[in-house]
């Protein structure tokens, strides 16, 4: 059966809804697991730097699996990575549909004092919420170099599969560091945002 985004949207919303949730705690549910998704795509991209870093002294030997291994860890982060990206999405998305429907329902009010401070909660929740999800892009965006260093690195090997070319990782294998250092340090700085974020709203 097909089933068009927008309606099959409105049906999880209306199931959620008879369940007691609300867009808003719908919103906190995706930016706890953005959270969740980002450390754990934190943790990937060491243990993923860590393997590279490992073959930097390699002496010959069997080269087929040092590149097995570093494929199989470049895989591992570049699908934490996208999970992080779907994850974002999804908080996207229920956010901009919580403050569209907000705004819905401040325009039906008809008490102005009480419209007004609808609207002043809704600005203030924005302003909030504005800095999580930018912090949250700029983590994605400097993923993109850092993979694309890996995986640079990864088809290297599978074009050379010889000693050389696992040595010659010596030189990269120290920008990277640098590299995934900063990415780290972003991320830690993006959970502490949603931290800050979701502590201000709290659920039923």
Not at 45 to 59: N, P, R, S
Not at 159 to 165: I, P, R, T, V, Y
Not at 171 to 184: G, H, N, P, Q, R
């Amino acid at each position: 059966m097909i089933c068009l985004l927008g309606g099959c949207t409105s049906l999880y919303y209306k199931a959620q809804e008879k369940l007691g949730n609300e867009k808003r705690d719908i919103l906190i549910d995706r930016v706890k697991k953005g959270r969740k998704e980002q450390e754990q795509a934190k943790e990937q991209y060491k243990t993923t730097l860590e393997a590279f870093q490992a073959v930097t002294g390699f002496q010959g030997g069997k080269t087929e699996e040092t590149y097995k291994k570093l494929k199989k860890e470049f895989d591992e982060a570049t699908g934490r990575t996208k999970k992080v990206s779907e994850r974002i999405a999804s908080i996207e998305q229920v956010s901009g549909d919580m403050f569209s429907e907000w705004q819905q329902e401040i325009d039906g009010m008809e008490n102005r004092d009480l419209k007004a401070k609808s609207r002043s909660l809704m600005r203030d929740a924005k302003s909030r919420y504005a800095p999580l999800i930018k912090r949250m892009r700029d983590v994605e965006q400097r993923a993109k170099p850092v993979l694309k260093a890996f995986e640079d690195q990864v088809l290297f090997i599978k074009h050379n599969l010889n000693a050389e070319a696992v040595r010659s990782l010596k030189t990269t294998v120290l920008k990277m560091d640098v590299e995934v250092t900063k990415l780290v340090a972003d991320i830690e700085a993006s959970t502490k945002e949603a931290d800050a974020f979701l502590a201000t709203l709290p659920t039923n």
